[in-house]
């Protein structure tokens, strides 16, 4: 098994990109990350314990928070989860209570879908073949907020990927 931290994706790095480019809003908010690792035991009960060291296989469970501690509520929210290199985003993982709309990159946040572009490829026979891409080509997911973030309030965002690979 390999580190988290040394293996897929630094969980420090990602709050960092969470916090420096994922709020797009003008105040005084704070945001927290956490990265768990999702279990399951024989009845399917799941529990969850902080993502220190992954295997190929293993589920992740991204969660995140963000306060308002401002004097006044924080409009046009957007919180963006990476989808780290060696994972793949698990199909409708991504869940909030907040009033908002969903989109995801497939180009490390350059632009956001609500639908998977589609894409040009070969089939066996040489052919070509048009299909929508895939969730193992989802690098960001974005909620769209539209509600304000109020006052001395929180919301909470979560998000699943399962890793594929530990590189190096």
Do not use: C
């Amino acid at each position: 098994m390999k580190s988290w931290l040394s293996g897929v994706t630094s969980v420090a790095l990602i709050a960092a990109s969470l916090s420096m480019g994922a709020v797009r809003a003008d105040g005084p908010v704070s945001s927290r990350l956490e990265a768990l690792k999702v279990t399951a035991d024989a009845s399917g009960q799941e529990s969850f314990v902080a993502a220190g060291e992954v295997a190929p296989g293993d589920l992740i469970e991204y969660r995140l928070t963000y306060a308002n501690s401002g004097k006044t509520a924080v409009s046009q929210l957007a919180v963006n989860g990476p989808v780290p290199k060696g994972t793949t985003y698990v199909p409708g993982s991504a869940s909030t209570t907040v009033r908002h709309e969903l989109k995801f990159s497939y180009d490390n946040g350059q632009t956001w879908l609500s639908t998977p572009p589609v894409r040009e490829v070969r089939a066996a026979d040489g052919k070509t073949q048009q299909r929508p891409a895939g969730p193992e080509e989802i690098t960001n997911v974005e909620w769209q907020v539209r509600e304000p973030l109020k006052v001395g309030s929180t919301q909470a965002y979560r998000y699943r990927v399962k890793v594929l690979a530990v590189p190096g």
